[in-house]
């Protein structure tokens, strides 16, 4: 099988160009329709969608009828979005992976699709998850390699971002499921604080842990997408620059030996570069029991998945493949005294994790995105342990592109910030991205 020609497209650039008129809406649906139809069948990265060009040129009619001058229409005015399938749209069927009638999951139109219409964008389709957003990978292919993993469970949705085929994409992070397959795809994720984007709409698989984030080239793209689609993003806390360089904090002990040699050397490499630029690194000792903390999110991930599935398993149960069956029956063992005791865990770990970072005076703590690049194979969407602390404490985090294996395979340097603080996260992250992108 060839390699897939892998060109990310600047959000910001595109949807400047369509606000200028060029091209017109309709040689914009023609172009995406023709990239889709000629890529697609490679990487997988949609689902497939008869009538697809029918159905967009009518939705690009009617946005141009809405807004006939595009220099006044919305930001995202004619931008194409791929929508991970766990997430509603209204015209489209939701299957999330699966083999459930359709009609089960159907239901009304996510929150997040609501803004990203409003903001003038054109859903270009549902890309491709891992079912119901766990461990069962979908078919979808690594860009850079197409016999390699793209990552999971938001598999589609970096590997469409990644190939070109949209500039912006949607998908969803219980632990590792926006920063790992952006480290593997080589672009921009950002999974904004637990709760910044409303969940209404989308299939659940652990609510306490499941938030949604989003896909782009680079980090102005992600920079323009956020506060569209976040609730109270403050446009004013900006902050970023030359005379706003973050301290870095590189968490050491047992969480950092869960990645690779190959991993921790170009990670290694990657703080060589940002300290020869000024950057002040420190190392911190913050997860020393990472065992238990393993053991905790998975109580919590496991329970709520059973309970999130109980009424569809009863009825479906056959239909379910075998690793989330495995996780469902996990999760219904699961005492509920051990669940609350793991939310409560949770509570101390964040209030303890808060007041490390403060002592030990940093803004942003770095680690390698991915315990290595994009495995060989496609029966497993790779380990999302490196995300595990930060999604259970439910903070913002993002992953930059940094450099590539010999075998061009992207690597990933996973920045992550404090909770709330979503918005000096992006700024401060444009001083790293700078960094990594002239090595």
């Not at 102005?220 to 109270?232: E, R, S, W």
């Not at 991915?370 to 999302?384: Q, V």
Request: hydrophobic share 45%; glycine share 10%.
């Amino acid at each position: 099988m060839e390699e897939s020609p892998v060109r990310p497209r600047s959000l910001t650039r595109e949807a400047a160009a369509l606000r200028a008129g060029v091209p017109a809406l309709a040689v914009h649906v023609d172009r995406l329709c023709a990239r889709i139809e000629q890529v697609d069948p490679l990487i997988r990265a949609f689902v497939p969608e008869p009538g697809r060009a029918d159905r967009l040129h009518a939705e690009a009619r009617a946005l141009t009828a809405r807004h006939p001058d595009p220099a006044q229409a919305p930001p995202l005015y004619g931008v194409a979005v791929g929508v991970k399938d766990i997430v509603r749209v209204d015209g489209l069927p939701t299957r999330a992976g699966s083999a459930l009638p359709p009609g089960v999951l159907a239901g009304p139109q996510a929150a997040v699709v609501d803004r990203l219409r409003a903001a003038g964008a054109l859903v270009a389709g549902k890309t491709v998850t891992a079912e119901f957003a766990g461990g069962a990978p979908g078919p979808t292919r690594n860009p850079h390699h197409p016999a390699h993993t793209p990552g999971g469970s938001s598999s589609g949705s970096a590997a469409a971002v990644a190939a070109g085929l949209v500039p912006l994409a949607i998908g969803t992070q219980t632990v590792g499921s926006v920063v790992r397959p952006a480290g593997y795809c080589g672009v921009v994720g950002f999974r904004p604080t637990h709760g910044r984007i409303p969940m209404a709409g989308v299939i659940p698989n652990a609510p306490g842990l499941d938030a949604l984030g989003l896909f782009t080239a680079d980090l102005a793209g992600a920079a323009l997408a956020a506060p569209l689609l976040c609730d109270d993003w403050d446009t004013g806390n900006r902050h970023g620059g030359d005379e706003d360089v973050p301290v870095l904090g590189v968490p050491v002990g047992p969480y950092l030996e869960r990645a690779r040699p190959e991993a921790l050397l170009a990670f290694r490499r990657q703080l060589e570069l940002l300290a020869a630029r000024g950057l002040m690194v420190r190392q911190v000792d913050l997860l020393p029991d990472f065992g238990e903390l393993e053991r905790q999110l998975r109580t919590v991930n496991r329970f709520e998945m059973a309970a999130s599935h109980a009424e569809w398993f009863d009825r479906f149960g056959g239909l379910y493949r075998p690793e989330t069956v495995a996780g469902i029956r996990h999760g219904r063992s699961v005492d509920p005294a051990a669940y609350r005791a793991a939310l409560d865990a949770r509570a101390e770990f964040r209030a303890l994790l808060a007041e490390r970072r403060r002592r030990a005076g940093v803004d942003l703590l770095v680690a390698p995105s991915a315990t290595g690049p994009a495995p060989f194979g496609l029966d497993s969407t790779g380990s999302a342990v490196m995300s595990l602390p930060w999604s259970f404490a439910g903070l913002p985090a993002l992953s930059l592109p940094a450099g590539v294996t010999d075998q061009g395979l992207p690597l990933g340097l996973q920045v992550v910030g404090e909770a709330g603080a979503d918005e000096r996260l992006l700024a401060q992250a444009v001083v790293l991205e700078r960094v990594l992108d002239a090595a």
